[in-house]
């Protein structure tokens, strides 16, 4: 389920309705995931979820699943 | 290894993204801008730092705009608005400000809405002559060693506040062989700059969003200059750093203030980050640099 709605937030980032995303999925896949796209899907993951990140813990994620388990750390909170 | 290879081979040790965009953008830049790029290292490495330290500062660089762009995202502003309040930090704090420069400076060559601005600066200056050229915050050097090779004024003066910011471009220009008797550099508040005679060319690269009174300093330009001066503004839109307090937030705001101020347009280059369009970047509050040429109205 939060797949899923990651997913709706990747997709209207990077402007793909088609856009596909797995835990596996990096910056390697996707050509414009660059750090000013990093930002903004970690800020549209805060407003969705109404969770709020430190500036550390993105800079530490590196794929679909590390964010995943940090939205769900953060509800759990 | 050459520089390069050193250097991205750090970059993308440490962030994944950022050796990501200079794969991408090691690219757009062309043999001279690469052969530049080098220079501009082997110069930082004659002040004393390894190619990783330079790798290190440009890194710096990047995480402090990142961790402000997350700020300015969630908040729609800039964190400080006071001089007073990044001064301390920033400008007379000498072992961030050699990392934000040099970080800068590297980002000269690297982020493609700065090596746009370079490069219609470039065009823009050559073969201009007149009396006297001013330059205000030249900082990293190298809109004035551009213009001092490219164009023929009588004269080249540089102002900045920053004593650190100002030994730097002369260290710079001198490294890069300028004559001594071409230029002088000053470390002072603009705003105290005073003139008998108008300025033949008056350049300022991204300034104004480091002060609480932008218009103040475009009306200033304006009493320093005559209808034939060339004047060239970098401006950066919604561009979070941790030095920037006046926050730009369209094209439209920046071109009232320089109407406002006793300007006007007579070209425009507008850049963004990522090679967006500059209408997106607008609507995503994301950076755009605004390279303006302008003359008294």
Redesign the interface.
């Known amino acids: 389920m939060i797949l899923e709605e990651v997913q709706d937030i990747f997709r209207d980032v990077f402007d793909d309705e088609d856009l596909v995303i797995s835990h596996s999925t990096?910056?390697?896949e996707i050509e414009?995931?660059?750090?000013?796209?990093?930002?903004?899907l970690?800020?549209a993951i805060?407003k969705h979820f109404n969770i709020k990140f430190a500036?550390k813990e993105?800079?530490a994620l590196?794929n679909v699943g590390e964010m995943l388990e940090l939205i769900s750390n953060k509800c759990r909170q | 290894m050459d520089n390069w290879g050193t250097f991205y081979d750090f970059i993308k040790r440490n962030n994944i993204l950022q050796g990501k965009h200079l794969e991408k953008y090691e690219k757009c830049m062309t043999a001279d801008e690469k052969n530049d790029w080098n220079i501009l290292i082997e110069f930082y490495k004659y002040q004393g730092y390894s190619c990783e330290q330079i790798a290190e500062s440009y890194l710096y660089f990047v995480d402090m705009t990142m961790e402000e762009t997350f700020f300015f995202m969630e908040s729609g502003r800039y964190r400080y608005n006071s001089f007073e309040q990044v001064a301390k930090d920033v400008y007379f704090n000498p072992a961030i400000m050699h990392k934000h420069i040099i970080g800068l400076g590297v980002s000269q060559y690297i982020w493609p809405q700065h090596l746009n601005s370079v490069r219609w600066f470039k065009q823009l200056i050559s073969g201009r002559r007149g009396t006297e050229y001013l330059e205000i915050g030249p900082g990293h050097g190298e809109f004035i060693y551009q213009a001092i090779k490219l164009s023929d004024y009588d004269s080249y003066i540089g102002i900045d506040i920053s004593e650190t910011s100002s030994e730097l471009t002369r260290n710079y220009l001198s490294y890069r062989g300028v004559d001594e008797a071409k230029y002088t550099i000053i470390t002072d508040d603009f705003m105290n700059f005073s003139s008998r005679d108008k300025f033949s060319a008056i350049v300022m690269g991204e300034v104004l969003e480091h002060v609480e009174k932008p218009l103040e300093f475009l009306k200033k330009i304006v009493e320093l200059s005559d209808d034939e001066t060339f004047i060239f503004i970098t401006v950066p839109l919604n561009s979070p750093t941790k030095d920037h307090i006046y926050l730009f937030s369209s094209i439209a705001e920046l071109y009232t203030m320089v109407r406002q101020a006793g300007l006007e347009v007579v070209e425009a280059s507008l850049s963004t980050s990522n090679g967006k369009s500059v209408e997106k970047a607008e609507k995503n509050k994301e950076t755009i640099i605004a390279a303006l040429y302008l003359k008294v109205k």
Do not use: G, K
């Open positions: 990096s910056a390697d414009d995931w660059d750090s000013l796209a990093h930002i903004r970690v800020v805060e500036f993105i800079q590196h």
